[in-house]
């Protein structure tokens, strides 16, 4: 079967550092992908491992292992707009490249 | 960069009602696109995966009958949700990404929240 988890809920405080642990097991893989989403909105893409090691993107940075099914995204001087839910996808690969969701983490940054 | 267009955004109908949802690529021609409900506080569910010209490929557990997907073109989905009743409302999302950028995420729509009386 599949399986993506997360952390349900998660707080910090605004300027600290927080990393938001994924652990996955999926039938393929062919990349593990971070999105933001906040309260009605849609999902908007964040970060993007395919090999093994820590992708750094400004504030945000994504790490990926592998062989550990694993990956966290780590977020420094958290700022309030920072509350939000953040999604882990895997995308399985093959013909289609679906992408299946993690059950996400819901972010709140208290001052 | 790569755009995507949902329509509509909320949609407020009866029972019984059969409500379709349209998902445009604006900028880029996509022969696959995706499906999502999400609940309240949830995360995303794949319903089923849009392919231009033939059948949705549908995900265990989701009605094909009762989710009708239709990708007539390279730039336009379109989801039907039929004979719809309180427990279908739910917040829709469609996605899509640009041919040959396997890398590259998906980009999503900005979502049709159904409620359903």
């Known amino acids: 079967g599949q399986n993506i988890d997360q952390p349900t809920e998660m707080t910090a405080t605004e300027g600290a550092i927080v990393q938001i642990n994924c652990t996955y097991q999926?039938?393929?893989?062919?990349?593990l992908f971070w999105y933001q989403q906040h309260a009605g909105e849609a999902p908007t893409f964040l970060s993007y491992?395919?090999?093994?090691g820590l992708e750094e993107k400004g504030r945000f940075s994504s790490f990926l292992s592998r062989s550990k099914g694993y990956s966290y995204l780590l977020l420094k001087e958290l700022q309030m707009k920072d509350s939000a839910s953040y999604l882990c996808?895997?995308?399985?690969?093959?013909?289609?490249?679906?992408?299946?969701f993690g059950t996400g983490t819901l972010l709140a940054v208290q001052p | 960069g790569a755009v995507v267009s949902q329509h509509p955004s909320w949609v407020i109908c009866k029972s019984g009602t059969s409500v379709k949802i349209e998902c445009r690529s604006l900028?880029?021609?996509?022969?696959?696109m995706f499906w999502y409900r999400q609940f309240p506080k949830q995360s995303l569910m794949l319903m089923a995966t849009?392919?231009?010209?033939?059948?949705?490929?549908?995900e265990q557990g989701v009605e094909k009958d009762k989710f009708l997907i239709n990708h007539a073109s390279l730039t336009l989905s379109t989801l039907t949700v039929t004979s719809a009743h309180p427990e279908d409302s739910s917040f829709y999302i469609c996605?899509?990404?640009?041919?040959?950028?396997?890398?590259?995420?998906?980009?999503f729509g900005d979502g049709t929240r159904l409620s359903i009386l």
């Open positions: 996605s899509a990404s640009p041919p040959g950028q396997g890398t590259r995420p998906q980009h």
């Open positions: 999926t039938s393929g893989f062919n990349g």
């Open positions: 491992n395919v090999l093994d």
């Open positions: 996808a895997v995308r399985e690969g093959g013909a289609t490249n679906k992408l299946i």
């Open positions: 900028d880029f021609q996509a022969t696959t």
């Open positions: 849009s392919n231009e010209g033939s059948k949705a490929t549908y």
